[in-house]
């Protein structure tokens, strides 16, 4: 435990800023603003790329392009599912080196607020602008300033680094509830960095900043390039953040009003909207949730582009997608939803043992069974053996249900089990159960339970005598497989999906994700029963199916990878290949998750 003085005491009154989508008249469902400076790329944006060189521009000059498309036009067109792999190198002496950018801004205290849920600084916020300031110095004269591309990336990521520094000096345990979480998944604090002497959970190390710096720049890449974790640039810069932060260490102050905030103030079984400021804050906010906010201005955005949704209908999805995404979003590290990391992050302290029992159901249609002046009891139509949910009017628009009768009327929305009920939260739908409903009720049951998923995985399982994978050379395998052996009819004016590729095509099937035909680097998969499979394409593009969701879905990358049948796989390095391969077997697993936004432990088994 460091010793240190901490002068006047601050107490606060949380103050915290809405936005409000006119027309909602649910004014217990508050939502933080978002930050609306933030510049990284969405994460849906589609990229093009150039096949010679580089997709950056041209201050992207610390770069080794370890894949290149080639020349022909007709390879490029057929490759252009591929992304490039790079690794950093430090080609520039530091005395030397220059960025692109003109000017280095100044990190103000409104920023600093932006990561916070207060809004006003006081002497321990004026200290950790001041680190962010001096870790701003350092980031920006580094070799890899470039990779960020805009000088406001270099400062936010700046921000996030002290606001990280913050959290461990104050003990307010999110760093340390990732770390802990890490080791129980993957049996180490960290991925990819072998622990050079003792880590400590509770204190700063080099290797958790080397983690930050290249998690900011790998999500600017996102959809575009992997990089390499070991890139000495990102290490040299840790290694100089890191002394900065030493030399700090014994003496900075502890953030009290981020202390209350998270766990002293009393929090009992009818604090639910007190719970949804703290998860809010986590989700949008917090230094530890880079990729919220360009998630939920991507879901905004496609749906003020859809031209069947008027802008008052607009409003009213984009305020329940929103709320959603709070709860159910799975962007952060691990790809863990906020709920579950504040259970993780709670568990150290007894007053807050109501997070770990959050419960989050999807979008549902419930039937109003009865009421009496606190509850609506209702029955899930899609799940009904799962009895009797008991929702607090407190959470409810009544006004906008107040057509609703017993037996009659049914709930289409999404519930949180907070306390000892059940919350209604984002849009609420009342209906009357007709048959529409009752068809409804009854696609949307198949959906939850994949019924047509687990049917396929068990007609494809019959069908290839117990393979987890058949191989295709041409159209009528396809079609003798899928016709014949497993009888299947196609839909009128529904063709079998067409071999483009002189690399055939590879038939699954899994109970997550149905039947799925795989086109795309087939060649790249080893396994006695695969004609095509060519080693020398294997090690270069036989890591895609790590970190590249949209090659193949995450639990068949998961099922190749437990097959051993991507063992060429590697991350370009500047070791030897070999290396490469090593440092792929031994991460594969977190780069999986990380990449798809998916975990074994709920997506997989």
């Given at each position: 435990p460091?010793?240190?003085?901490?002068?006047?005491v601050?107490?606060?009154?949380?103050?915290?800023?809405?936005?409000?989508?006119?027309?909602?008249?649910?004014?217990?469902?508050?939502?933080?603003?978002?930050?609306p400076?933030?510049k990284y790329?969405?994460?849906?944006?589609?990229k093009?790329?150039?096949?010679?060189?580089?997709?950056?521009?041209?201050?992207?000059?610390?770069?080794?392009?370890?894949?290149?498309?080639?020349?022909r036009?007709?390879?490029?067109?057929?490759n252009?599912h591929?992304?490039h792999?790079?690794?950093?190198?430090?080609?520039?002496?530091?005395?030397?080196?220059?960025t692109?950018?003109?000017?280095?801004?100044?990190?103000?205290?409104?920023?600093?607020?932006?990561?916070?849920?207060?809004?006003?600084?006081?002497?321990?916020?004026q200290?950790?602008?001041?680190?962010?300031?001096?870790?701003?110095?350092?980031?920006?004269?580094?070799t890899?300033?470039?990779?960020?591309?805009?000088?406001?990336?270099?400062?936010?990521?700046?921000?996030?680094?002290?606001?990280?520094?913050?959290?461990?000096?104050?003990?307010?345990?999110?760093?340390?509830?990732?770390?802990?979480?890490?080791?129980?998944?993957?049996?180490?604090?960290?991925?990819?960095?072998?622990?050079?002497?003792d880590?400590?959970?509770?204190?700063?190390?080099?290797?958790?900043?080397?983690?930050?710096?290249?998690?900011?720049?790998?999500y600017l890449?996102?959809?575009?390039?992997?990089?390499?974790?070991?890139?000495?640039?990102?290490?040299q810069?840790?290694?100089?953040?890191?002394?900065?932060?030493?030399e700090?260490?014994?003496?900075?102050?502890?953030?009290?009003?981020?202390?209350?905030?998270?766990?002293?103030?009393?929090?009992?079984?009818?604090d639910?909207?007190?719970?949804?400021?703290?998860?809010?804050?986590?989700?949008?906010?917090c230094?530890f949730?880079i990729?919220?906010?360009?998630q939920?201005?991507?879901?905004?955005?496609?749906?003020l582009?859809?031209?069947?949704i008027?802008?008052?209908?607009?409003e009213?999805?984009?305020?329940a997608?929103?709320?959603?995404?709070?709860?159910?979003?799975?962007?952060?590290?691990?790809?863990?939803?906020s709920?579950?990391?504040?259970?993780?992050?709670?568990?150290?302290?007894?007053?807050?043992q109501?997070?770990?029992?959050?419960?989050?159901?999807?979008?549902?249609?419930?039937?109003l069974?009865?009421?009496?002046?606190?509850?609506?009891?209702?029955?899930?139509?899609?799940?009904?053996?799962?009895?009797?949910?008991?929702?607090?009017?407190?959470?409810?628009?009544?006004?906008?249900?107040?057509?609703?009768?017993?037996?009659?009327?049914?709930?289409?929305?999404?519930l949180?089990?907070?306390?000892?009920?059940?919350?209604?939260?984002?849009?609420?739908?009342?209906?009357?159960?007709?048959?529409?409903?009752?068809?409804?009720?009854?696609?949307?049951?198949?959906?939850?339970?994949?019924?047509?998923?687990?049917?396929?995985?068990?007609?494809f399982?019959?069908?290839?005598g117990?393979?987890s994978?058949?191989?295709?050379?041409?159209?009528?395998?396809?079609?003798?497989?899928?016709?014949?052996?497993?009888?299947?009819?196609?839909?009128?004016?529904?063709?079998?999906?067409?071999?483009?590729?002189?690399?055939?095509?590879?038939?699954?099937?899994?109970?997550?994700?149905?039947?799925?035909?795989?086109?795309?680097?087939?060649e790249c998969?080893?396994?006695?029963?695969?004609?095509?499979?060519?080693?020398?394409?294997?090690?270069?593009?036989?890591?895609?199916?790590?970190?590249?969701?949209?090659?193949?879905?995450?639990?068949?990358?998961?099922?190749?990878?437990?097959?051993?049948?991507?063992?060429?796989?590697?991350?370009?390095?500047?070791q030897r290949?070999?290396?490469?391969?090593?440092?792929?077997r031994?991460?594969?697993?977190?780069?999986?998750?990380?990449?798809?936004?998916?975990?074994?432990?709920?997506?997989?088994?």
């Amino acid at each position: 435990p460091r010793s240190r003085g901490l002068g006047d005491v601050y107490k606060r009154q949380l103050q915290f800023r809405h936005f409000f989508f006119h027309g909602i008249k649910e004014k217990k469902c508050y939502s933080l603003i978002i930050p609306p400076w933030r510049k990284y790329h969405s994460t849906t944006e589609e990229k093009s790329f150039h096949h010679g060189g580089t997709i950056f521009s041209t201050r992207w000059n610390d770069l080794i392009v370890a894949y290149k498309y080639t020349n022909r036009k007709e390879e490029k067109q057929e490759n252009s599912h591929k992304k490039h792999i790079f690794t950093l190198e430090m080609k520039h002496i530091k005395n030397t080196h220059q960025t692109h950018f003109r000017v280095m801004k100044k990190i103000y205290p409104k920023k600093w607020l932006e990561l916070h849920p207060y809004k006003q600084t006081n002497s321990v916020d004026q200290y950790y602008v001041g680190i962010a300031n001096e870790i701003h110095k350092r980031l920006y004269s580094s070799t890899i300033a470039d990779a960020f591309e805009e000088e406001e990336n270099i400062r936010y990521t700046s921000l996030c680094l002290a606001a990280w520094f913050e959290d461990v000096i104050s003990q307010t345990g999110i760093w340390q509830a990732f770390t802990a979480e890490c080791r129980k998944r993957y049996g180490a604090y960290l991925p990819f960095y072998p622990i050079k002497g003792d880590y400590f959970p509770d204190e700063i190390n080099l290797e958790d900043i080397r983690f930050l710096l290249w998690h900011h720049i790998q999500y600017l890449c996102r959809g575009i390039s992997a990089i390499n974790p070991e890139n000495p640039g990102i290490e040299q810069t840790a290694q100089e953040i890191y002394g900065l932060l030493a030399e700090e260490y014994e003496t900075a102050p502890e953030n009290e009003r981020m202390q209350e905030f998270l766990y002293h103030s009393a929090m009992g079984e009818e604090d639910f909207f007190h719970y949804r400021e703290i998860l809010d804050w986590f989700h949008y906010q917090c230094y530890f949730n880079i990729e919220n906010v360009a998630q939920c201005r991507d879901e905004a955005e496609r749906l003020l582009d859809d031209e069947k949704i008027t802008p008052e209908m607009a409003e009213t999805l984009i305020y329940a997608t929103r709320t959603s995404l709070t709860f159910k979003g799975r962007r952060n590290l691990l790809s863990l939803t906020s709920p579950e990391w504040l259970a993780l992050i709670g568990n150290a302290h007894p007053e807050h043992q109501l997070w770990g029992k959050v419960k989050v159901r999807e979008n549902s249609c419930y039937l109003l069974e009865k009421e009496d002046d606190r509850y609506l009891y209702v029955k899930d139509l899609c799940s009904e053996d799962e009895g009797e949910f008991k929702i607090t009017k407190k959470s409810l628009n009544l006004s906008a249900i107040r057509s609703r009768e017993v037996g009659k009327s049914t709930l289409i929305c999404e519930l949180i089990y907070f306390g000892n009920a059940w919350w209604q939260c984002g849009m609420l739908l009342e209906n009357k159960y007709d048959q529409k409903m009752a068809e409804y009720v009854d696609d949307l049951t198949k959906q939850k339970e994949k019924t047509n998923e687990k049917a396929a995985f068990h007609d494809f399982i019959k069908a290839s005598g117990g393979k987890s994978f058949v191989f295709c050379q041409s159209q009528e395998e396809i079609s003798d497989f899928l016709l014949n052996k497993m009888g299947y009819g196609l839909k009128e004016a529904l063709d079998i999906p067409r071999i483009h590729t002189e690399t055939g095509a590879m038939l699954m099937a899994n109970p997550h994700t149905g039947l799925h035909i795989q086109f795309k680097l087939c060649e790249c998969i080893k396994s006695p029963d695969n004609p095509n499979y060519n080693k020398e394409e294997a090690e270069k593009n036989a890591i895609m199916f790590i970190v590249n969701p949209n090659i193949i879905p995450y639990q068949l990358s998961c099922i190749l990878q437990d097959e051993g049948m991507l063992p060429d796989a590697y991350l370009n390095s500047l070791q030897r290949k070999e290396y490469g391969q090593e440092f792929i077997r031994k991460n594969a697993h977190f780069l999986t998750d990380y990449f798809h936004y998916r975990c074994r432990e709920k997506d997989f088994d």
